[in-house]
C-alpha cells in the first residue's frame, strides 16, 4: 500500500509540476529569442512557418497544445525543452485571420530582460511645446492605448515602427550603449541640484486625513526672512517634497500638483514660486536644455519633455509620451546636447505583484537634435 501511495504522490506531483508549467490562457506573452520566432500552421517543427515575429513581439495565447511527439528542440546544441500553444497576435491580426498559429512556448515570457533597439522611440503622442493651443498632437503607435481589452499583460508593445523614429528625428534619437564607456565622460555643469542642506519639517496637523503631514521653512535673502511651506491638503492633497536648490537660478525646487508630477522654483530672494517642469528636471551643463520626465501609471507611458531652458521666452521643445520604457538608475550629461539615461523595458511596471529578479538596467544616449 505504502508503494502506491508513493507512486500516487508522484503521479500527482508530475501532473501539478507539468499544470504549473503552462501558459495562462487569455495571457499575452513576449518572444525572447534574440532571432525571432517562427510561427507554425501546426503544433511542431515539423509544420510549415507561415511567418517569424522578432524579438519582443507580443502574441496572447489562446490554447495549451497537449504534448504529442517532442517536447524539445535543439538551439545552438542545446536541448530546450517547453510546449505547443496557439496564439493569435495582438496586432496585424487581419493577415493571420484564416490561419490558425502555432508558437514553442519555452521562448516566450511575460517581460522581457531588454529593449528591443526598434522599438526606443515608440510614443503613443507627440507635441510641439512651443506651439499654440489648437496644435493637434502627432498620433504614434496610439493603438496601443486600447491594447488591455485585448487581455491580461497586454499593455505593452514592442513592435517595430520605423515612423516613430522618424517623427523624432529633428527632436531627439536614442541608442543603447554600455554605461561603463561613457562614465568618464560625465559632466558636472552649473546647474547641478544641491541636496547638502535639507530643511527641518515638523508636524502639520490635520483631523481628517491619518497622513503625518508636515511643513517646513525655507531661509530667504541670506536667512533675513523665511517661507512656510506645507503639505497640500485640499482635495487633492499631496506631499510637497523638498528636492534641494540650485545655486545658478538662486532657488530651491520643491514638488508642486502630485497628479503631474510638477517641480516648483522657489526663489531665495524673494521667495516667489514658479513652475519648472512636469517630471523631475535635469538642466544641461551650461543651461541651454531641460529635459524632465515621470512614469503615467494611468495609459503606461513615460512623459518626457525635452526643450530649450529659457525663462524668458517660448523655448523649442517637444512633450512626448514613450511607450516602451521607463526610466532607472543614473541619468547623467556627457555633452550640452548629449546624455546618459538608465530605462528598463515598459512591461516591467505594467506586471502588477510580480517580483522581476532579472531586470536589470539598459543605458540609453539620447542626443538632442534642434
Not at 72 to 90: C, Q
Not at 353 to 360: A, T, V
Request: include cysteine.
Amino acid at each position: 500500500m505504502k508503494a502506491k501511495l508513493n507512486i500516487l504522490f508522484i503521479v500527482v506531483f508530475l501532473f501539478s509540476a507539468f499544470a504549473k508549467a503552462q501558459l495562462k490562457t487569455g495571457h499575452c506573452y513576449f518572444i525572447n529569442a534574440e532571432n525571432g520566432l517562427n510561427l507554425r500552421e501546426g503544433p511542431s517543427v515539423n509544420h510549415k512557418a507561415v511567418g517569424k515575429y522578432s524579438y519582443g513581439s507580443q502574441v496572447k495565447v489562446i490554447e495549451n497544445v497537449p504534448s504529442v511527439g517532442k517536447t524539445f528542440v535543439i538551439d545552438n546544441g542545446k536541448k530546450i525543452h517547453g510546449s505547443w500553444v496557439r496564439v493569435e497576435p495582438t496586432f496585424n491580426s487581419d493577415y493571420y485571420k484564416n490561419t490558425r498559429l502555432y508558437l514553442f512556448d519555452a521562448y516566450l515570457s511575460k517581460h522581457l530582460t531588454t529593449i528591443p533597439p526598434q522599438s526606443l522611440h515608440n510614443f503613443v503622442e507627440l507635441y510641439d511645446s512651443a506651439a499654440h493651443d489648437d496644435y493637434k498632437p502627432t498620433k504614434g503607435v496610439s493603438s496601443r492605448r486600447e491594447m488591455w481589452e485585448t487581455g491580461t499583460h497586454c499593455d505593452v508593445r514592442y513592435e517595430y515602427n520605423p515612423a516613430a523614429k522618424e517623427a523624432l528625428k529633428d527632436i531627439i534619437q536614442f541608442e543603447i550603449v554600455n554605461r561603463e564607456d561613457y562614465i568618464n565622460k560625465k559632466i558636472i555643469g552649473n546647474y547641478e541640484i544641491d541636496t547638502s542642506w535639507q530643511p527641518k519639517k515638523f508636524k502639520l496637523e490635520n483631523d481628517y486625513r491619518p497622513v503625518e503631514w508636515e511643513q517646513y521653512y525655507l531661509p530667504l535673502n541670506g536667512g533675513k526672512d523665511s517661507v512656510l511651506i506645507k503639505d497640500n491638503l485640499g482635495e487633492w492633497a499631496s506631499k510637497t517634497e523638498y528636492y534641494g536648490q540650485i545655486h545658478e537660478l538662486d532657488s530651491y525646487l520643491i514638488s508642486g500638483f502630485a497628479e503631474d508630477a510638477e517641480v516648483i522654483l522657489v526663489n531665495r530672494t524673494t521667495g516667489k514660486r514658479s513652475m519648472l517642469s512636469s517630471g523631475f528636471p535635469t538642466i544641461s551643463p551650461n543651461g541651454e536644455y531641460l529635459i524632465a520626465e515621470y512614469y503615467n501609471g494611468f495609459d503606461y507611458t513615460t512623459y518626457f519633455t525635452v526643450g530649450e531652458f529659457d525663462e524668458e521666452a517660448i523655448p523649442q521643445g517637444a512633450f512626448i509620451t514613450f511607450s516602451s520604457w521607463i526610466t532607472a538608475g543614473e541619468f547623467f550629461w556627457i555633452a550640452e546636447n548629449e546624455f546618459i539615461m538608465g530605462v528598463l523595458p515598459m512591461d516591467n511596471v505594467t506586471l502588477y505583484g510580480e517580483e522581476l529578479k532579472d531586470s536589470k538596467v539598459i543605458y540609453l544616449k539620447g542626443t538632442i537634435q534642434f
